[in-house]
């Protein structure tokens, strides 16, 4: 389009100015002198003559300008300095300077438009590759964060698997434990339940005195009249092995029930260190549960946050290939405004001085 414009505009140039070529000749102030500007001269002898002079010094300065500036309006201008009547010429100058003012300063807002959306649109920019930085590093962190998390949850069931399986073999070999405790107290009891009858019997033997007999010099006897029996013992000696043996007992008795004590004693701790442990198991597993629970509450909560960042990272991609796609139109629209700007704002500014000069020379007529 641009291209076209510029193409356009040379195209009229030319042409006003091969107008201005014909129109300022010679001959063709000679013809009009006696055509177009007839009623001119009726008018007035010499004050029409300065008139005529004047419009064609007009003529020759816009047409100066308009070649030098490159301005088809100021072009037409000139001719028609050369074909209007002269009241007629000042108000085409006053018309074309109002325009030319309008046009001004439509052409700084344009501007000021551009410069606006243009910088509206790099903020923008800026802000979306921010944000895109942003979430990219939001991303990243909850991805992370997911797999922390979900890396403790297994780590969590498994420990609670293993503390399960730990806590079993705990019960069967406390199972077994009392089992062979209940084993070992039965049997120390049996024993000890043998053993005392043993010594009981032991000590009916050996612990009493033996009664004094017949007189020896009887050899026969009855219940009343004891005859003559054998001699009689004055002492009755017990064997000397068989304390040994009482006393033999009474230690075998004593070291059953010291070991039926033991193995009292010893199931007694046993059986409290495994409920302190199964406790501290239990506590353990009831802790690990919460901990799962909780992780996968946050999990799921930063599942959902990964979610959105992801939805809005893709938003703010295409929101940035909008602006992109924005700038690319706002710099077709305004490279050639602001780009030439000045010369624009220069070359109207000449223009309407030109407009002005033309007027005043006019206006000096008067």
Known sequence: QFEKR??????????VQDTIKIINSDEAFDNFSKT?????????????????AALRRVSSMLAEVATRIHSPRLSLMATAAQLDAFTQVKAEI?????????????EIDHRDWCIKEMNDNKRDT?????????????????EKSIETMTSEIDASTKAISETQESM????????????????????????QMILKKALARMKEVYLLQRKPGAPHIQTSGTHTDPGNGPARFDKYEKNAGGGKVVSM?????????K???????????????????MKQSND?????????????????????DLTMAKEDFKQTIVDLSDLNDTMSGLVKACKYILDNFDARQAARAAEVDALKEAKAILSGMK
Do not use: C, H, P
């Open 168 to 191: 079993k073999r705990a019960s069967e070999i406390r199972e077994g434990e009392d089992a062979d405790y209940q084993q070992t107290v039965q049997d120390q009891r049996l024993t």
């Open 94 to 106: 006053d018309k074309m300077v109002t325009e030319l003012g309008k046009q001004q300063q439509d």
């Open 284 to 304: 353990m597993i009831i802790a690990a549960s919460k901990k799962i629970s909780d992780l996968k509450g946050a999990r799921a909560t930063a599942t959902g």
């Open 6 to 15: 510029v193409k356009d505009r040379t195209t009229e140039i030319e042409a």
């Open 36 to 52: 177009v500007n007839t009623f001119v001269q009726l008018s007035g002898g010499a004050e029409a003559k300065e008139q005529q």
């Open 259 to 277: 070991a039926e004590d033991d193995a009292m004693a010893a199931e007694e701790d046993a059986q409290t260190a495994y409920e302190q442990m």
């Open 126 to 142: 800026a802000a979306a590759y921010a944000k895109k930085e942003s979430l990219e590093t939001k991303i990243a962190d909850l």
């Open 249 to 257: 007992l009474e230690e075998i008795i004593a070291d059953s029930v």
